[in-house]
């Protein structure tokens, strides 16, 4: 994996953990509307889509298919105003969370996708084989890494302005 990927994961998540870090457990559970998640399942569901990449990556690695995947244009994930339908399988759960232990979750998935990683011996791989992505498409596995971080400036942007909705200043 690149130096730029690398930070640009460390990056996204050191702003995501910024912008939750002083939320008090109602702020962090509180719901605009009821069909509307809190930032609690915001963060539940970036641990979710983050353990369903390293699924995703091993199953795609395991392809015997040779025809080199065509690149997508993983940026439109940032566009907000295209509204995606999450998975059942990154779907968060229903019940409210503590901050610390969502810190605790999302350090976790990070760290099981960072080891994941680093066991994946020939990197070129990432780029020759791919897996199909639920809003992407048939999509190269170095671009589901690339699509981990950007998901996650998405929703950075949407708890920004739910924070804004909510009146939680911090």
Not at 9 to 19: D, G, I, K, P
Request: proline content about 4%; overall charge negative; glycine content about 2%.
């Amino acid at each position: 994996m690149s130096n730029l990927v690398n930070d640009k994961l460390s990056e996204t998540r050191t702003n995501l953990v910024h912008e939750i870090t002083l939320l008090s457990y109602t702020q962090f559970n509180d719901r605009l509307d009821m069909d509307k998640w809190s930032i609690a399942q915001i963060c539940h569901h970036l641990v979710l889509v983050e353990q369903a990449t390293i699924k995703a990556i091993a199953w795609g690695l395991k392809q015997v298919d040779n025809t080199k995947p065509e690149r997508q244009n993983v940026h439109l994930i940032l566009d907000r105003t295209k509204k995606f339908k999450a998975p059942e399988i990154v779907e968060p759960a229903s019940e409210p969370f503590e901050v610390q232990s969502m810190f605790d979750l999302l350090n976790d998935s990070r760290g099981k996708l960072l080891a994941f990683l680093s066991t994946i011996e020939d990197k070129s791989l990432l780029g020759e084989k791919s897996f199909k992505h639920p809003a992407l498409g048939e999509l190269p596995l170095d671009q589901w890494i690339e699509q981990i971080y950007l998901h996650e400036q998405r929703h950075i942007e949407q708890i920004k302005e739910m924070k804004i909705l909510l009146d939680i200043t911090n």
